[in-house]
């Protein structure tokens, strides 16, 4: 099977545009930035989970499901954007959040709430149970429950973002720009795995850095190194990555996974007053300090040669007044 052959439903915008940024790269110190807008993906307000969701999607339509079943914290871009993918497909949206709701339906919350998904709070080592359970519900009363897990990141779902390193190789060709670094925000670690397979695939001489705003990165290392390795596998390849073809960084995830950091809000508030570009403060903002800071400490080349990769997340901006 190739990656052309397996199903896919069109949910995003593509390809998605590349966008120079000059002032930011002059205050990052480096001789050129630019960005890949996946922000900009359209499905529900943009951002990388419509990738994945492609792919996943087409398999729950396969399945004949009528309801899809997800989960993630409150202020989940890939909890909105799976229930508005199951909308578009005319199924029902079940979300299994986690952490601490305030009463507030702001933001991302918002949009699930518009998009009127059955939201339920659970504690996050339930969601296997409660999933397995509620789909078993679901079948004894007639329907079929379609389960993505977290973060959409399953080797199937991981397939969007070789795809879509395979769409920016395509865009840098006949570019006069030299770009050898991918640098994104890594929460489950689909979206890097995605890119390593895709860039094994289509661009060898592009290495990915995914800066991560939840785990170790040795946890991340590993896993990613799987989903890769399954995912092509899905695809007749038979090639492996270990660990250590997996490059993480972990130094910026500050107190938490969903509590913003000061670097990362000042990231943010840098790409809106350079470029008048919105990033978020749990997943985007945090990645571009992480870049910031790894131009400025040298481990990262200021030759221009750096790609920063925009997955989304703006709507979660407005939970997190200022
Ligand atoms: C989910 C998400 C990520 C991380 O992608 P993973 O595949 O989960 O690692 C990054 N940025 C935003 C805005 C996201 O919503």
């Given amino acids: 099977m190739k990656i052309d052959d397996l199903p896919r439903t069109p949910l995003a915008h593509l390809p998605t545009p590349i966008d120079d ?12 930035l630019l960005i890949k807008r996946d922000d900009l993906t359209g499905l529900a307000m943009g951002g990388n989970k419509a990738r994945k969701l492609e792919f996943l999607m087409a398999e729950a339509q396969a399945k004949g ?27 029902e949206p079940i979300l299994l959040l986690t952490g601490d709701f305030d009463g507030r339906w702001q933001g991302n919350l918002l949009l699930d709430r518009l998009l009127g998904a059955d939201v339920r709070w659970i504690d996050h ?31 199937l779902g991981c397939l969007g973002y070789a795809l879509a390193v395979r769409e920016l190789a395509g865009q840098l060709e006949g570019k006069e720009a030299r770009i050898e670094w991918i640098v994104q925000a890594s929460g ?14 289509f661009a060898p001489h592009l290495k990915v850095v995914g800066i991560s705003v939840a785990r170790p990165a040795r946890w991340f290392a590993r896993r990613i190194a799987r989903i890769a ?10 090639f492996a990555f270990e660990p250590e073809d997996v490059r993480v960084e972990d130094g910026y995830i500050g107190a938490a996974y969903g509590v913003p950091t000061p670097e990362g809000d000042e990231a943010v508030s ?23 800071d790894m131009l400025s400490s040298g481990r990262l080349p200021k030759d221009g040669s750096v790609l920063f990769w925009h997955t989304g997340g703006s709507p979660a901006l407005f939970a997190f007044e200022r």
């Fill in 65 to 91: 499901a009528d309801t899809v079943i997800t989960t993630g914290g409150a202020q989940s871009n890939h909890a909105r954007m799976t229930a508005a993918a199951a909308r578009r497909l005319g199924m």
């Fill in 270 to 292: 840098q790409a809106a007053l350079c470029e008048g570009l919105f990033f978020d403060p749990i997943y985007t903002g945090k990645a571009l300090a992480g870049l910031r």
């Fill in 229 to 238: 390795t399954e995912a092509a596998r899905l695809i007749g390849e038979s």
């Fill in 21 to 32: 940024c000059p002032r930011l790269a002059a205050v990052f110190g480096t001789d050129r």
């Fill in 125 to 155: 080592r339930e969601f296997d149970d409660e999933a397995a359970r509620l789909a078993k519900e679901l079948k004894a009363q007639g329907r079929k429950a379609y389960i993505v897990p977290i973060g959409g990141s399953t080797p």
């Fill in 188 to 201: 489950s670690g689909g979206t890097q795995a995605g890119m390593i397979l895709g860039a094994r695939l």
